[in-house]
Every structure is written in C-alpha cells, then in structure tokens.
C-alpha cells in the first residue's frame, strides 16, 4: 500500500483557516486521496476524495499538488467542533486490494477558542 | 445516525464467554469491513467483505470469525478472548470496487475484556 506522512498535530484557534498537509510521495495513477476524521469516541467520518483536481464540500475542500505527490486539506473556519484526529489516505482503484483504507496515525487538530 | 449501525455500543466479557458483534447497513454499498482500534493504535483492518465474500484477513486471530450473511450485515463471533482484545470494534462499509467512494463507519462496539 502506498503511504502517507502526516504532522502528528497541529493547532489552530477558532474561526480561523487550518491547513492540513500530507505527503504521498509513492502514490500511483490510481489512488485517489481520501480525508477522514475521527472525533473523540467515533467511528471515522468520511470527509473529502479527489484524484488529480482541487475539491470542494461543505465539509473543506482539498488542495492536490500537480505532482499529486503531496496534498492539503483546507477547513476554512474553523470551529471547536472540527477537533479531531484526520486521516489522509489513498485508496486503490486497481489491483486486488478492494479499494481497502489503511490508517494512518494521523493528525491531532487542537482548535482553541 | 451514520447509516452503518453496530451493536451492542458496549459489551463487557469474561475469557470464557462467547458473544458476536452485530453491524448493519442499508446504504446498499457491496462492501463491509472490520476494523480494531487499540488505544494509541491507528485503526486495524481485520476483514474485509466483498459481495458477502470473504476478501481480506489480515491475520486476525481464529478467536475472532466473521459472517457476512448477505451485504446488509456482519457479524464478529468472540470466543476465548484476552485482556489485549480489549479495544473500540468498528464496522465499515463502502463499494468495494470503487475508489472514488467513501467508507461510512459505525460508532463502534466498546469492547472489555475481563
């Protein structure tokens, strides 16, 4: 499975923008970028996917590098309900993998008030 | 509500016992899944189901057999478990074949091992 390397946390406070960076040097022509995040004692909430093009959401939107090696997701304000561990991870479309999701450690986003 | 629902939220069991793990979904996604989140520990991928077909076994164990009926529901059996099975057991489910397609988890079974 192709890897991903995420900041182990990060803080912001609220109502301001937060950009969460990951590197995915190894990613394949078929892996999409997956964004979960995991609000305490959750199950992981599916946030936003993309392929080669920049998307948006209600959610965030998602900022790929031309290379499609490293990617940013973009909260745009945020607020104490955005605290969470986020998940940055590829997802095959290829091969005999079922398209699975690895976990990562992820990132711990601290929002201050 | 997620749309994927687990129960029981909580169950607390002796060595000795046998329980199972119920998860359903009718999202109509082809595709669950069972993931292990220890403390401090990303989350584990145990099984994966495809089309009720067993796909994935990420050398879990034999004290853990899942059933997948048909693609609306899976099942985790628990027998002889450890104090080190002690974790948060949560359910996916997606299409399987597609990868510009999200998973939607459970809130988990709370699971205690005493």
């Known amino acids: 499975d192709a890897k991903t390397t995420q900041p182990n946390s990060m803080e912001s406070n609220e109502e301001e923008p937060v950009h969460l960076p990951c590197n995915h040097s190894?990613?394949?022509?078929?892996?999409?970028i997956h964004w979960y995040r995991q609000l305490p004692s959750q199950g992981p909430e599916y946030v936003i996917h993309?392929?080669?093009s920049n998307v948006n959401n209600r959610m965030a939107s998602l900022a790929i590098a031309e290379d499609r090696k490293s990617s940013t997701l973009i909260l745009h304000r945020a607020t104490l309900r955005d605290a969470a561990v986020y998940y940055c991870?590829?997802?095959?479309?290829?091969?005999?993998?079922?398209?699975?999701?690895?976990f990562g450690q992820g990132t711990i986003l601290t929002v201050h008030p | 509500e997620t749309g994927v629902t687990q129960t029981p939220r909580h169950l607390v069991m002796g060595m000795t016992n046998k329980k199972s793990l119920k998860c359903e979904q009718h999202?109509?996604?082809?595709?669950m899944y069972w993931y292990k989140q220890s403390a401090k520990k990303p989350l584990e991928l145990m099984f994966v189901?495809?089309?009720?077909?067993?796909?994935e076994n990420n050398s879990v164990p034999s004290r853990f057999s899942p059933e997948c009926p048909n693609s609306s529901h899976l099942f985790l059996h628990l027998h002889t478990l450890q104090p080190e099975d002690s974790a948060l057991y949560l359910c996916?489910?997606?299409?399987?074949?597609?990868?510009?397609?999200?998973?939607?988890f459970g809130s988990g079974t709370r699971l205690t091992v005493v």
């Open positions: 993309g392929l080669t």
């Open positions: 996916a489910s997606s299409h399987g074949d597609l990868a510009n397609y999200g998973y939607t």
């Open positions: 991870i590829l997802r095959d479309a290829g091969g005999t993998s079922y398209g699975k999701l690895t």
């Open positions: 190894t990613i394949s022509g078929t892996d999409y």
């Open positions: 189901y495809n089309f009720k077909e067993q796909t």
């Open positions: 999202l109509g996604h082809n595709a």
